[in-house]
């Protein structure tokens, strides 16, 4: 009952519109700007912690960039409608899907060369990596499912049926992926020895959930919403146990190991940091300012370092509803890293 009423609260509060937390000191400070060039149309990032590299999705491509020296190393080519990014530490394979050719391709690491790849749903969006049953999993936004493909055999199962349109999904590295429901404002378990749905939960006040992270270690989910909202939930009874307030526009949310921080990156310009000082306390730590446009983000775990994309913005459109973020129209090849570290 305790935390149905703070839910509650949360979302009066929410309705007088309330500010975002300022910490006293800066809690991050860019400390790169890697011009990418290249189509402005971008989506998922991912780090690669055993080969210090961020790959970026975008236009038709994905770039590969060192981490520790800022250098465009190359890209990861032929990807129409490119979207999300796995690796699979086992064979060191990189995998990124393509939306125009619905296809998940599998790349060399060294060459950057495609070595195979396997038919997935229509509309291929985000791809993560299972450690317990060594699979690939693509959603596909218009097939309103899941197309596991092995990276043993490289050859794909048969799709999982979701019954909506789902988007950012996440492994515990003990046999379930975690994916959110988008339309549904639902987020959904499934079993990566079946492939099947093995739970459905409603995440409300959470509507129309983006990101999704996950603290493997207390079992916590933590999803950033189209809404303003991020909710964490018990990643084993689906219970929403805490909803805060976050920026709008938000595609992207990060677990932080190295600090014990929940984030969500938004497209108003913003990243919600959210502390997590225990399995069942979490607060808004603090808003720090990036980039508008900068709503997706990868992170490197071991420093807490953080990984954002955008573009010079050009026009800035309003959006239809108020509590909506603006539509940003960006300069031709202009796109760019972003590098944050934590202050502390």
Known sequence: MKNLLSIFAFVAALAAGPAMAAPATPLYRLVAT????GGVKWDYLHFDPATDRVYVSHGDEVTVVNARTGRVIGALADLPGSH????????????????????LVAFNPSTLAPVASAPVLDDADGVSYDPFSRQIFVSGGDGDGFTPVSTVTGKAARNIDLGTSPEFHVADGKGSVFVDLVDASEIARIDTVTDKVSATWPVAPCAHPKGLAIDPGTRRLFASCANGVGVVVDADSGKVLAALPIGKGTDAARFDPAHDRFLASNGDGTLSVIAERGP????????VKTAPGARTMAIDPATGRVFLVTAKVTKIIPPADPSDHPHYVYAPGSLRLLVFDPAG
């Not at 890697?34 to 060039?37: C, E, N, Q």
């Open 280 to 287: 069942d306390d979490f607060s808004l730590l603090g808003t």
């Open 84 to 103: 999300g990014i796995a690796v699979d530490p086992v064979s060191k394979l990189v995998y990124a899907d393509s939306a125009g050719r619905s296809v």
């Open 34 to 37: 890697i011009p990418l060039g």
